[in-house]
């Protein structure tokens, strides 16, 4: 069973039929929210912004950016919100293709030491609106 | 402004490691052969369906040597007599969706019947994958546009020059590049010659994300 719980809240994506959708070199502005299971003495709770390839090729990936949102104890069964701020860049768009895919996402992570680290992955969409 | 295309330098290393390629297995089977002969006519009580096995399959690396040799000098024959084409878009940069000319010129060096000349705008995505020690690529194309010109006789020493649009989709995709995942577009040249092998030729266009407005 995971240690924690997330939920992202994230504002002002493109209003698409993709969820979460990007325009190349927008802001991302949104909130993390975490509710841990149990107390947590966490080395660090880090939100990062990747892109990583999937399909028939090996993986080819890059972090873009990555925040530190948190730093110490994290209180059982209570709620925390982190906001956070990052510019996606010009590119690579979000792609799905024959042999390539290439995927954008948000990702939460907490930092325990000795332990498996509880993640929360949020996919999202970059590429220019159509028309 | 015309931006002149540089053709890809992957089929001119190919061609050149086929011919080394066939030039070991040929050269490396022959010395074999000479001594398989001289043993069987110095020694006639040899034993010959052994050393005739022995001479049938030296004798075939021999001659699949010679083939590979002859089939990439012939490509490169067929190649030298109707001359490099040369390809250019009529923009420094290409974004996704937007509209560009290519020209095409070519001067035939000699007398060429030419059944058809294809040039098509392809997206390739080349995926690199390793397994064990083996590392493969496997490429997918895409056609997004074609134009073919008609048959023609061509002159030692005629022209052939035309100018075609093409575009890139708009819900298409900017050129990628990553250690093991490649998305590229490329202007195909294709060239049907009567009595001699086809003449093909690649050439990328780099398109940049960011999308045409509109």
């Known amino acids: 069973m995971a240690d ?8 002002n994506p493109r209003i698409t039929a ?33 892109w990583h390839t999937e399909g028939r090729g090996d993986r080819d990936g890059r972090i873009v950016t990555e925040q530190e949102v948190h730093k110490g104890v994290l209180a059982g069964d209570q709620e925390i919100s982190f906001q956070f701020e990052m510019q996606v860049p010009e590119e690579p768009w979000s792609y799905s293709g024959h042999y390539i895919n290439i995927l954008w996402e948000l990702v939460a992570e907490i930092d325990l ?13 970059v590429r220019p609106s159509e028309g | 402004m015309l931006k002149k295309l540089s053709p890809g330098s992957k089929k001119i290393e190919s061609r050149g490691c086929g011919i080394f390629f066939g030039l070991f297995l040929a050269g490396s089977a022959f010395p074999g052969l000479v001594a398989l002969v001289r043993i069987l006519s110095d020694d006639p009580e040899s034993e010959w369906v052994t050393s005739g096995i022995s001479i ?26 109707i001359g490099k084409p040369e390809v250019s878009i009529n923009a420094e940069s290409v974004r996704v969706g937007d509209g560009f000319s290519v020209n095409y010129s070519q001067t035939f060096r000699q007398k060429t ?13 080349s995926a690199t994958f390793s397994a064990g020690t083996d590392t493969t690529t496997v490429t997918h194309d895409e056609p997004a546009g074609e134009f073919e010109a008609p048959p023609k006789l061509f002159e030692a020493g005629e022209k052939l020059n035309f100018s075609r649009g093409m575009k890139i989709p708009a819900g ?43």
């Not at chain 1, 924690?4 to 504002?11: D, M, P, T, Y």
């Not at chain 1, 959708?21 to 660090?44: H, Q, T, W, Y």
């Not at chain 1, 030491?113 to 969409?125: D, E, K, L």
């Not at chain 2, 399959?57 to 067929?78: D, H, R, T, Y």
Request: charge should be positive; glycine fraction near 6%.
């Open chain 1, 4 to 11: 924690a719980s997330f939920e992202w809240h994230l504002q």
């Open chain 1, 18 to 50: 993709a969820r979460n959708s990007f325009e190349p070199g927008a802001m991302i502005a949104g909130r993390l929210s975490v509710i841990p299971k149990r107390d947590l003495n966490c080395k660090s709770v880090k939100i990062r912004l990747e």
């Open chain 1, 113 to 125: 030491p000795m332990a498996i680290n509880p993640r929360s992955v949020c996919a999202i969409r």
């Open chain 2, 56 to 81: 049938f399959f030296v004798a075939a690396c021999i001659v699949i040597g010679l083939a590979v040799i002859a089939v990439n000098v012939i490509s490169w024959i067929s190649e030298a007599r």
């Open chain 2, 113 to 125: 019947e030419v059944t058809k000349i294809r040039m098509s705008l392809i997206k390739r995505e």
């Open chain 2, 172 to 214: 298409g995709m900017h050129t990628f590049r990553t250690k093991h995942n490649e998305i590229s577009w490329l202007v195909r040249v294709k060239v049907d010659i009567t009595g001699w092998p086809d003449y093909s030729e690649e050439f990328e266009v780099r398109v940049l994300a960011g999308r045409v407005a509109g």
